[in-house]
């Protein structure tokens, strides 16, 4: 199987004390706030990961952590 990159869109009310939450408690490939709109931030997390392990298992760790309102897939490519 081939090693797959996903990229999570967080949505939150305080994106930067859930930013800091997310790094601590999963450690992603990458993360970065985002401005979309009105001051509305986002938080964009990748995780690299195997094909096989597939995305729902980051998708659930995002959204039990504390302050999490949505998740959504924003692209998920094979590396």
Do not use: C, W
């Not at 709109?37 to 729902?56: L, P, Q, R, T, W």
């Amino acid at each position: 199987m081939g090693m797959v990159a996903t990229v999570f869109k967080v949505y939150s009310d305080d994106t930067e004390g859930t930013a800091k939450a997310i790094k601590e408690k999963l450690s992603p490939k990458s993360l970065q706030l985002m401005e979309i709109a009105f001051g509305i931030k986002v938080i964009k997390v990748m995780f690299v990961h195997e094909d096989s392990e597939g995305s729902n298992i980051f998708e659930d760790r995002l959204r039990n952590i504390e302050g999490v309102k949505e998740v959504e897939v924003e692209d998920e490519t094979l590396l």
